[in-house]
């Protein structure tokens, strides 16, 4: 699964890039009664939401948007009701007070997910969520498949440390990318999204990137690794 990551061809990593809506419509397509529930709120989250971030004075969301977000997030991975329910308790005041000091934090990145963690039902992953939203050039979601994707971050800790870890890793990357394209637009977003594209097309047996020429591309894993969908059964904390 880390054989993307450790590509530094630019021009396979645009591939997978290229091919990332594709496999983000074969999941939704596959989730029965949902499908194409996940394609719609993932057109939301990477086109709509940014612009509605960026187009305010100071950066942040409101409390429909944040509802909305977790929605995304669980519907791209194991869907959990209780969050849903605990994050919609949260006021619209506060909601846009933490994600307006969150934002105004940055480049602090820890700040800024500590902030937003404060929250409810928001841990880590789900903060930087948030801030990829609004800031693609700093933040990339800490998704199950991203993180298991970058060596050494097995397993997965969903802890402000972690998601440093998984960013510094990531920022590296989207530097040593930036090097060598001459159209130089990668952002640790974006590389976020080809390492997601590339682990749910191998894990699901999708043939969409075969052409893509880095060793590893035809490999076809059975076991999903979303979600932890295989770890034993814990109480629900927030991610």
Same mark, same amino acid.
């Given at each position: 699964?880390s054989a993307l990551f450790a590509c530094e061809d630019p021009a396979q990593w645009r591939k997978v890039y290229d091919g990332y809506w594709e496999v983000v419509e074969a999941k939704s397509t596959g989730q029965g009664k949902k499908s194409?529930?996940?394609?719609?709120?993932?057109?939301?989250?990477?086109?709509?939401?940014?612009?509605?971030?960026?187009?305010?004075?100071?950066?942040?969301?409101?409390?429909?948007? @944040?509802? /909305?977000?977790? +929605?995304?997030?669980? #519907?791209?991975? $194991?869907?959990? &009701?209780?969050?849903?329910?605990?994050?919609?308790?949260?006021?619209?005041?506060?909601?846009?007070k933490c994600s307006r000091k969150a934002f105004s934090l940055l480049p602090d990145m820890r700040a800024a997910i500590a902030e937003l963690s404060s929250l409810k039902a928001l841990g880590p992953a789900t903060a930087s969520a948030v801030?990829?939203?609004?800031?693609?050039?700093?933040?990339?979601?800490?998704?199950?498949?991203?993180?298991?994707?970058?060596?050494?971050?097995?397993?997965?800790?969903?802890?402000?440390?972690?998601?440093?870890?998984? @960013?510094? /890793?990531?920022? +590296?990357?989207?530097? #040593?990318?930036? $090097?060598?394209? &001459?159209?130089?637009?990668?952002?640790?977003?974006?590389?976020?999204?080809?390492?997601?594209?590339?682990?749910?097309?191998?894990?699901?047996?999708?043939?969409?990137?075969?052409?893509?020429?880095?060793?590893?591309?035809?490999?076809?894993?059975?076991?999903?690794?979303?979600?932890?969908?295989?770890?034993?059964?814990?109480?629900?904390?927030?991610?």
């Amino acid at each position: 699964m880390s054989a993307l990551f450790a590509c530094e061809d630019p021009a396979q990593w645009r591939k997978v890039y290229d091919g990332y809506w594709e496999v983000v419509e074969a999941k939704s397509t596959g989730q029965g009664k949902k499908s194409g529930k996940l394609l719609a709120l993932d057109k939301w989250y990477q086109e709509e939401l940014p612009v509605a971030i960026g187009s305010r004075p100071d950066r942040h969301v409101t409390l429909s948007e @944040l509802v /909305k977000l977790m +929605e995304w997030k669980l #519907t791209r991975g $194991k869907f959990r &009701p209780r969050l849903q329910q605990l994050v919609a308790s949260n006021s619209e005041e506060t909601v846009e007070k933490c994600s307006r000091k969150a934002f105004s934090l940055l480049p602090d990145m820890r700040a800024a997910i500590a902030e937003l963690s404060s929250l409810k039902a928001l841990g880590p992953a789900t903060a930087s969520a948030v801030l990829a939203a609004g800031a693609p050039e700093q933040a990339a979601f800490m998704s199950d498949e991203a993180v298991e994707s970058v060596p050494g971050l097995k397993p997965i800790q969903y802890t402000a440390k972690h998601y440093a870890l998984y @960013l510094d /890793k990531v920022v +590296e990357r989207t530097k #040593t990318l930036n $090097k060598v394209d &001459p159209q130089q637009d990668w952002t640790p977003h974006r590389v976020e999204l080809c390492l997601w594209a590339w682990a749910v097309a191998n894990q699901q047996q999708l043939p969409l990137l075969e052409d893509v020429g880095v060793k590893g591309s035809a490999v076809r894993e059975k076991t999903s690794h979303s979600d932890s969908d295989q770890r034993p059964a814990k109480k629900q904390r927030a991610r």
